[in-house]
T-cell receptor, first 116, second 111 residues
Framework: ETGVTQSPTHLIKTRGQQVTLRCSSQSGHNTVSWYQQALGQGPQFIFQYYREEENGRGNFPPRFSGLQFPNYSSELNVNALELDDSALYLC???????????????FGPGTRLTVT | GESVGLHLPTLSVQEGDNSIINCAYSNSASDYFIWYKQESGKGPQFIID?????DKRQGQRVTVLLNKTVKHLSLQIAATQPGDSAVYFC??????????FGTGTRLLVSP
């Protein structure tokens, strides 16, 4: 186990609704990244938060937004849900290494979101 | 655009065999590569990583090879066990923030 926790485990929402997913990072990690994983696909980068600021974003519309809190936990919010938003949402925590040096990301178990 | 692809969607091996999973990446600027294992219902689990200044790295029963000339990555699993059955993803890091994943290879290990 990585120490990254996510809640809830499963969620069913109706098209047009809003959803908030939560992530607690591994102890000592101050960076949280969110990914969307459609069935049978690899995870797609949504955005990353570092020191409570968005630190990079993938090709996702503005209705995907996030927050990071002083304890480094994070939320992913999705507004105006669409059927295609049904997926496994993963968060990953990491600790930036030396400047310019990438470090591994540890993933949580994910939240399975179903939009009907 | 950026992409990481895998050559074989499914690999079936016998227990005890060595497994090789291949991956092609597209971004020459990527400086960091990771292999993840994902079991059903779980998040990706880190297996091994390699930086672009290396061409080989060994872990416990796993070896990653990086060929930057042809932008190719491989994961070798020695003495494959039934517990190794999962989907394996390679991922590249073209920027400091994000990982780019491929679609995955399913490894099936028969006893």
């Amino acid at each position: 186990e990585t120490g990254v926790t996510q809640s809830p485990t499963h969620l069913i929402k109706t098209r047009g609704q809003q959803v908030t997913l939560r992530c607690s990072s591994q102890s000592g990690h101050n960076t949280v990244s969110w990914y969307q994983q459609a069935l049978g696909q690899g995870p797609q980068f949504i955005f990353q938060y570092y020191r409570e600021e968005e630190n990079g974003r993938g090709n996702f519309p503005p209705r995907f937004s996030g927050l990071q809190f002083p304890n480094y936990s994070s939320e992913l919010n999705v507004n105006a849900l669409e059927l295609d938003d049904s997926a496994l949402y993963l968060c990953a925590s990491s600790f930036p290494g030396l400047a310019g040096v990438s470090s591994e990301q540890y993933f949580g178990p994910g939240t399975r979101l179903t939009v009907t | 655009g950026e992409s990481v692809g895998l050559h074989l969607p499914t690999l079936s091996v016998q227990e005890g065999d060595n497994s090789i999973i291949n991956c092609a990446y597209s971004n020459s600027a990527s400086d960091y590569f990771i292999w993840y294992k994902q079991e059903s219902g779980k998040g990706p689990q880190f297996i091994i990583d390699i930086r672009s200044n290396m061409d080989k790295r060994q872990g416990q029963r796993v070896t990653v090879l990086l060929n930057k000339t042809v932008k190719h990555l491989s994961l070798q699993i020695a003495a494959t066990q039934p517990g190794d059955s999962a989907v394996y993803f390679c991922a590249e890091k073209p920027s400091f923030q994000k990982l780019v994943f491929g679609t995955g290879t399913r490894l099936l290990v028969s006893p």
